[in-house]
């Protein structure tokens, strides 16, 4: 039973991070704290992301560079410029 949590959690936590192209070294940076202080939000992927966000405090120096590589990546992200709007059709 804990092998197939730990599978379910190794999954969820790589499907939780789509912006970035996550390596393993990631995932297993932020286990060992999604197990610690998350397993009420397992499997839902997007409730451990949001609990791992709410205890930042307690993550591990690891775990939290992570989060913080995502944050910064996602603050120098070339904003799109927006689609020029067609002429209103009238009937």
């Not at 610690?36 to 307690?58: G, I, S, W």
């Not at 690891?62 to 709007?85: K, L």
């Amino acid at each position: 039973m804990l092998k197939s949590s730990a599978i379910v959690l190794l999954l969820t936590i790589a499907a939780s991070f789509p912006a970035l192209a996550y390596t393993q070294e990631d995932v297993d940076a932020c286990t060992p704290d999604a197990m610690r202080l998350c397993t009420a939000a397992m499997p839902d992927e997007n409730r451990v992301t949001a609990c791992l966000v709410q205890n930042k405090q307690q993550l591990s120096p690891a775990c939290i560079a992570v989060f913080d590589r995502e944050q910064a990546a996602s603050a120098t992200s070339v904003p799109r410029a927006r689609p020029a709007r067609g002429q209103e059709t009238r009937y």
